[in-house]
């Protein structure tokens, strides 16, 4: 399967823990995003990477989220001191640079339950 | 700022029907729009979009959609539902530079 993979599907952890996800984007695509979605709700954007650079954040993104791609590759999404507002599901997607814009693909998305 | 809003939360449609999932967007600048489906428990998956040209586009699974300038709508459409089509349908807009903004969701049920 060549598609964008997460790791963990779920993952339920206690208020003020930190988590940490993973996100494999397709290989060819140097685009990678991060979104939440809650219940209800549309996938929110979240943060975006060109290659391994961050070039954009949401105001969603508080200061006790952080995201990295340190060799234009994976992806991870690590949030300290987990509150029950984070509870959501996190998606990340990846597209091509070139040209576009070009539709994002999705991965299953990482489940968080905050107890 | 751009967006996009779905007027349904839910549409139901007996199998065999044609199909209608409704998106209207608000945009400065031309507008770039998509069409999503989410199935439970699973990511998004990509149904066409509508960057210039035709405004009638053909997607996958038999979808397609009709943009109208005038109106501000990009109406996801297939002549024949089937059950499997029973899912949640996302419109997205995408929000310059790079993101999408998503819409709410329509829950699609095909009715045997």
Redesign the interface.
């Known amino acids: 399967d060549t598609g964008v993979s997460q790791d963990p599907r779920h993952k339920i952890t206690k208020r003020g823990q930190n988590v940490t996800f993973r996100c494999d984007p397709i290989s060819e695509h140097n685009r990678l995003y991060w979104y939440r979605q809650t219940l209800g709700q549309g996938p929110e954007f979240l943060t975006y990477f060109q290659n391994e650079a961050q070039l954009e954040k949401s105001r969603l993104l508080s200061d006790r989220f952080s995201a990295e791609r340190p060799k234009g590759s994976f992806s991870t999404l690590e949030i300290q001191r987990t509150e029950q507002g984070d509870s959501a599901m996190y998606l990340c997607a990846s597209s091509l640079m070139v040209g576009g814009p070009y539709e994002q693909y999705f991965g299953p998305g990482t489940r968080l339950t905050v107890t | 700022a751009q967006s996009v809003a779905q007027p349904e939360d839910q549409v139901n449609v007996a199998e065999g029907n044609p199909l209608t999932v409704k998106c209207t967007y608000s945009v400065s600048g031309n507008p ?1 729009l ?1 069409w ?1 489906v989410q199935y439970p ?6 149904l066409l ?1 509508y ?1 210039t040209g035709d405004n009638l586009v053909k997607g996958s699974y038999g979808f397609e959609a009709e943009f109208n300038k005038s109106q501000t709508s990009f109406h996801l459409k297939k002549p024949s539902a089937l059950v499997s089509d029973s899912a949640l349908y ?1 419109c ?1 807009v ?2 310059p ?9 329509t829950r699609l049920t095909v009715i045997p």
Not at chain 2, 41 to 46: A, E, K, V, W
């Open positions: 770039y998509f999503y428990n699973r990511g998004l998956q990509f979009k960057i996302f997205a995408r929000d530079p790079n993101n999408l903004f998503f819409g709410t969701g």
